[in-house]
């Protein structure tokens, strides 16, 4: 059964600081990429962060270039999101998503708020 469960979420002031977890279960981790999402209230769900499973290269949104990181631990199966400077815009709910490109395989897990407040 594959699991993907989000944590660290919750309420923070302008500039403050969360990390993030995502613990993976049920499909081998260190073959795929990793993603975070986000979604804020009447938005469209919009991709923040990637790390990949070879090279674990990673790739940033344009607005938290700098502020957030992304980064993985294969032996543990899960994948964090560091997010420092946080700014009002950053509020919303966090997805993580793990994604298989040459199986064409995607799973989702169940999303952790994150609310930023000024």
């Known amino acids: 059964q594959v699991q993907l469960v989000e944590s660290g979420g919750g309420l923070v002031q302008v500039g403050g600081s969360l990390r993030l977890s995502c613990a993976a279960s049920g499909f081998t981790f260190s073959s795929y990429d990793m993603k975070w999402y986000r979604q804020a209230p009447g938005k469209e769900r919009e991709l923040v962060a990637i790390?990949?499973?070879?090279?674990?290269?990673?790739n940033y949104a344009d607005s938290v270039k700098g502020r957030f990181t992304i980064s993985r631990d294969n032996g543990k199966n899960t994948v964090y999101l560091q997010m420092n400077s946080l700014k009002p815009e950053d509020t919303g709910v966090y997805y993580c998503?793990?994604?298989?490109?040459?199986?064409?395989?995607?799973?989702w897990g169940q999303g952790t708020q994150v609310t930023v407040s000024s």
């Open positions: 998503n793990a994604e298989q490109i040459v199986f064409g395989v995607n799973y």
């Open positions: 790390i990949r499973s070879a090279g674990r290269s990673t």
